[in-house]
């Protein structure tokens, strides 16, 4: 069977914006797989990483790294819909910006659509 065990994330600060994810959200840091370009948090189910500019380089992506728009999705799951009222101004004082208010999907979710400080798309969710 196959697992999901990371969604990598490139970042110009990668511990500014893993910090942002940490705090928000109390992942745990990976200490051990930590390096001058790459940050690891523990999500409790998968990981998240971030990898520093250079790696595009060392990935032999180069040709890739001028990226524009959404490229990813990060979906953060809550137990409650108050929980993601919560969230979001917590969110939204840590340096993310609001796209879409908390409101209920057409597939029973309550979700709200933020942008994090490096302008990547998340979703806090509550699945009802």
């Known amino acids: 069977m196959s697992t999901l065990s ?3 994330v490139f970042a110009r600060d990668i511990e500014g914006l893993s910090g942002f994810y940490r705090d928000l959200f109390g992942f745990r840091d990976i200490p051990e797989i930590r ?4 940050r690891g948090l523990d999500t409790g ?3 998240i990483g971030f990898n520093a500019l250079d790696a595009y380089e060392m990935l032999k992506l ?3 790294s001028d990226t524009r728009g959404c490229k990813f999705l990060l979906n953060i799951d809550v137990d409650s ?8 101004p917590k969110a939204i004082a840590a340096g993310a910006r609001l796209v879409k208010e908390p ?14 400080p490096e302008d990547n798309v998340f979703r806090i969710n509550h699945m009802m």
């Open 62 to 64: 180069d040709a890739y």
């Open 35 to 38: 390096s001058p370009i790459f």
């Open 45 to 47: 189910r998968s990981c």
């Open 6 to 8: 990371y969604v990598n």
């Open 103 to 116: 409101y209920t999907t057409y597939y029973n979710w309550y979700q709200a659509v933020l942008l994090d």
């Open 81 to 88: 819909k108050e929980e993601v009222d919560r969230f979001v």
